[in-house]
Each structure stands twice: as C-alpha cells, then as structure tokens.
C-alpha cells in the first residue's frame, strides 16, 4: 500500500460515499468464542481445549480471498460495487481470524462466489501479476503504471547500467584463491604446469557443453528445454569426471589419495575454482557444475566458518533482531567514516546549496 499526501497529486480526488458493508453472519462467517463465566467445570475446559484446536486446524482462507478479491475488482473495475465491497469485507475479517475467533468454512465462501448479486462476470487475473504485456488497453490504475510506466523506465535504466558495466569483469578473489596459488606453483614446476593446462582443458570441454546448453537466444519451448538439459547434463558428467592426473609429484599423489573420498576433498575444491576462472561474469556453468564447493571456498575465506547438517538447515530461520542491530552497527560505522556536510564545504570552500 502506498499513501501519498502530495496535494498537487490528491487535490483533485474527492471522498467517495462508504459502501455499506455486510455483517458477519451475511458472509457467512460464525463467531468462536467462550467466556471465562461459562467454564465452570473440567469439562467445559475440555471442551474449549477441543474447540480451539479445531479452530487453529481450520484452512485460512486468507490468501485465496485476497487474490480472489483482486480479481473481482479488477474484473468490475471498480472497489465500490457489492460485490467487491463483500469480499473486501471478507478480508478484513479473515485477517483477524485468530484475534477475533472468525470461524469462516470452504463451503461458505464457495456459497458467496456463487451468489450472482455478487460476482457477475467470471473473474480474471489481472495483467499486472503477469510478466507479458496485456495486449489489451491499459484502462487499469496499475496496469498503466506498470507497464506503461514503471517498465519502460526498467528497461531504460537497465539498459543504460549495462551499457556502463559492458566491459566490467570483477571476479571473487576468494573463489579464485586456489586455482591462483595452482598458478603460482606451476611458474616453477613444468610437472604442475602441465597438471593445470590438462585440468583447465578438461574444464573447458565442459564449459562448451554448457555454453551449447545456453545457445539459442531468450525464446524457450519444449525442444529448447529437452536440448538444454542435454548438453547441461553432458557438462555436469564431464566436469564431475574429471580426475587428478597421474604422477610422483607429490601434490598431485595428495590430489589422487582425496580426490573421491569427500564431497569437499581440495581437488573438488581446486575444480569449482578453475570452472569459476574459465567462466565469464555472470555466467552460470560454475555455478551450476560446483555451486556447493564455490559456497565453501568463500565460507572458508572468512574464517568463521560454522558446519551444519542439512537436516538441521530448515529449522533456522533469520533473527530479525539481530538482522537489525547488525545494520544499526554498520550505518553508525558509515556515519563515523563519513564528513559533516560543513566539513565538506570546508575543504572545497563552496556552498552545496547553490
């Protein structure tokens, strides 16, 4: 929601009369809720232990009234006939659901969106939750500001950042860390030269596949989609193929020892960083064929690195207070980086106002 009180923009709008709203049992929706006089024995606190279980295992039917209500005002255009005034009506009540002990069934709302005093016409999506321009005349508010503003002021301003960072090619120097040390080693030692040519090319000949798999512009169908997973497909197998070369040295017999006794052995290691240097910015193949071990090599560049179980993974959640008093730090460290604005026109003796 977006509330603006510019007056040049709101000056012209006038108040529009308020609809006149249902009341809850016309929408159908029942009232859970028992008060503290009424629990009188074990059982009455039974019973309303059982009932607000039931309550919570109800389906909220919060989010498909939301999008359904969209889609009649859209429809209609217009928020004030009763149709839409209904289910707008609706969402306000299922939003407190929980507080309020809205009890609000599957079959009651199907009951209102057959009632034809309320939904006349069958309601679509509307053009502006799809990616596609609708081929249509944007007579909708938000149809016109999306596509017939917002984006081609998109596309202009990406358009123009793009023509800025053509020639940019910034890499990750920690994802680069061992196939650089590699290069250094190989300066002097014909043996380990010869090892990282023979490595950079058998990552070449996956990244071709990958580049056949990415061929063919931005329009997709199914054959494009079959071919893609094909010549992706071959990328991973060759890439994942690739083994340590044979040999005395003794890198290369520490390559061969670890090579496929873990997911994380340095020779996987060294082979996510040489498909990340082979590939051009931007580009998926290292990611594709290594993201996981690319993901380790920057972990274990900060040297805090914290080891977790995946099935351990989806029970954490962000700490939003924590989120917070690390930004607060970082904008109190900005702050005391940065001149006062008349420290600024100190030391370029020139007022910024004019």
């Not at 071709?208 to 054959?223: I, K, M």
């Not at 079959?226 to 083994?243: C, N, S, T």
């Not at 997911?263 to 590939?279: F, I, N, P, R, T």
């Amino acid at each position: 929601m977006w509330i603006c009180w510019d007056p040049a923009i709101v000056g012209p709008f006038e108040n529009a009369p308020l609809p006149l709203e249902p009341s809850e049992s016309q929408l159908g929706i029942i009232k859970e809720k028992t008060p503290f006089r009424a629990l009188n024995t074990p059982n009455d606190i039974k019973e309303m232990i059982r009932r607000s279980f039931l309550f919570e295992a109800d389906v909220s039917l919060l989010g498909e009234c939301t999008r359904y209500f969209q889609s009649l005002a859209y429809t209609r255009q217009s928020i004030s006939e009763k149709g839409p005034t209904w289910f707008a009506t609706l969402h306000g009540h299922l939003v407190d659901r929980t507080k309020q002990g809205n009890r609000f069934t599957k079959s009651a709302y199907q009951t209102l969106k057959e009632r034809k005093d309320l939904v006349k016409d069958t309601p679509r999506m509307p053009a502006y939750l799809k990616s596609e321009v609708p081929n249509h005349d944007l007579d909708d508010i938000i149809d016109y500001l999306k596509f017939g503003v917002a984006r081609q002021w998109v596309d202009h301003t990406l358009g123009r950042l793009h023509s800025l960072f053509t020639d940019a090619d910034f890499k990750d120097e920690d994802l680069l860390g061992p196939q650089r040390q590699l290069q250094k080693l190989a300066e002097n030692d014909p043996i380990l030269k010869e090892a990282s040519a023979e490595l950079e090319k058998e990552v070449g000949i996956a990244f071709g596949y990958w580049e056949r798999a990415s061929s063919g512009g931005d329009q997709w169908d199914d054959a494009r989609s079959a071919r893609f997973r094909q010549h992706a497909d071959r990328a991973l197998e060759h890439f994942e193929a690739i083994q340590p070369p044979s040999g005395d040295h003794p890198l290369l017999r520490s390559w061969q020892m670890d090579a496929n006794t873990s997911d994380w052995s340095e020779w996987k290691l060294l082979k996510a960083s040489v498909a990340y240097h082979k590939s051009r910015l931007r580009n998926k193949f290292p990611w594709y064929v290594a993201g996981k071990l690319l993901t380790l090599l920057k972990s274990r560049a900060t040297n805090n690195l914290r080891c977790m179980g995946a099935d351990l993974y989806p029970m954490f959640k962000p700490d939003s207070k924590f989120i917070q008093r690390k930004k607060d730090s970082m904008v109190a460290e900005t702050k005391n980086d940065d001149l006062s604005e008349d420290e600024y026109e100190s030391a370029y003796g020139e007022d910024f106002d004019d």
